[in-house]
């Protein structure tokens, strides 16, 4: 097991914690020789960042101790489940640099071994078919301070119950008429063991047995189960799982299986301004609220892939999380760092135009192109510059003027003077307006010997504006993104649609772009527009109609404006 990509990740900085402090002792104990984990996607969505947490602690830890990690899609519940899932999860664990042990594995390839482990429940008299509806089931399980009722099912023959749960197989009755359920005890207080449901009847094709099967084994029996089969030694997972652990241990207890897995829990990540469930996120996409899983709004790994977030700053992010029992909330602005810190070192510095303003420059031969050196990088030389069109007809951000700017204001204003980066000095002599007083055009001069940016008398000018020449920008589509919710934690249940933050996405036309912005000799996608922020093209663009993402502005705005 190898990671694939870990320059930037510094493995010095991960934590030691509870799951660590048990693999050594495990290891020091001699209760085991290799650290074997597992992660174990339900292919009935796409992988959010949460399940980022789950894939660098389970192949982190591997790799780590130089164990193994299996990839394992749990696929009992064929309702849900879809191939296009299963392909979507292989290719984003790849993508976050993770390399799973041997071949993928699936829950469905052992549902023969399965159906015989729960024979042997059934033959030493632990599991019972129960003819109870799934409502009959549900009242009598009692609540936290109420003991369960009996099925009156519970107490048929052994001959009796095997021969049900066979005729189930075969397929002889219909969906929700019988269950296979463990014989625990109804008066326990946890409700999990209270003769949970190990199998369930449903007439569904799966994506991968296809017709040959009509039951389906739970989570709850699958899971530890498959464990052992694939000799994992921790089962790491997340705390909702604390309350099965008996039921857990107590199957791995009854049954006769090749090893012992033990189960841990650690706290699942939550992200503010987000969700993180796929149920939630599915609602998005089928409710059409999102363009799709990768959406690039979406907390999905392919989401953030799409808006440009390089896999290195999820795994940085991802470790520095604590790893520990206590559930809580990281603000979405430590996601925005990791990020920014990431493509700050390494996205190639280009210039643009959001909003555009016109400038002539009056004094500049019409028909005059030079081109100016711009550095790539300012921080990091190594990187290199290029070599920018300067021209009579440029562009300025429209935010970059004012017609009567007050003293600080140390951009462009009519009479004052102002640095184009890597190019000359301009002053603003006179301004175009349409008849409703709109600003079109600003009629400029520049000053010949400031080439590089600098008064040749050493006169101070202390703005510098980003411009492109209309001799080399591309009419481009600009999509700038804020958080999908306005809430930091949006509520429970469908209400939480309410919530969405309707800026969300905002479409820009028009923008003028440098040319090199779309350069594809340079492998690296990551760009940074100077002053505006990270981006990157967009799977949506054409030849016609190029079109940026931006991965995130160079500061948070967003959280002061809206606290
Ligand atoms: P969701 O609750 O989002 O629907 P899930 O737990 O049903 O997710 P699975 O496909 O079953 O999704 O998850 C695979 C693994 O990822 C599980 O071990 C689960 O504990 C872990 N996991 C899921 N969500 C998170 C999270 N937010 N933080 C950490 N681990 C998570
Ligand atoms: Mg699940």
Redesign the pocket.
Known sequence: MIEKNSDNDNPSKVHRDFLREQIDCDLSSGAIETVVTR????P??FL?I??A??IQINFGIAQEYRGKCNLRF?DTNPSKEEKQFIEAIKRDVEWLGFLWNGEVKYTSDHFEYLFELACHLITSNNAFVDDSSADEIRNSRGTLTEPGKQSPYRDRTVEENLDLFKRMRAGEFKDGTRVLRAKIDMTSGNINLRDPVLYRIMHTSHPRTIDKWCIYPTYDFAHGQIDAVEGITHS???LE?SDHRPLYEWLVHKLPLPSQPKQYE?S???ISHTV????R?TSLVKGKHVSGWDDPRMPTIAGLRRRGVPPEAIRNFINNLSISKTEGMVEHAMLDHAIRENLNKHALRRMGVLRPLKVIIENYPQDKIEKVEVSNHPANPEIGSRMVSFGREIWIEQDDFLEDPPRKFFRLGLGREVRLRGAYLITCKEIKKTSDGQIVELRCSYDPDSRGGNAPDGRKVRGTLHWVSSNNSVDTEVRLYEPLFKTDKPKMGEDFLEELNPNSCKTLKLCKIEKAVFDSSHNDPAIQLERLGYFCIDKDSTADLPILNRTIALRDSWTKINK
């Open positions: 992660f174990p996607p339900e009935n969505g959010h949460g399940h947490k789950s749990d790491l997972c997340t799982f650690f699942r990540l939550n993180l469930s796929k149920r996120l």
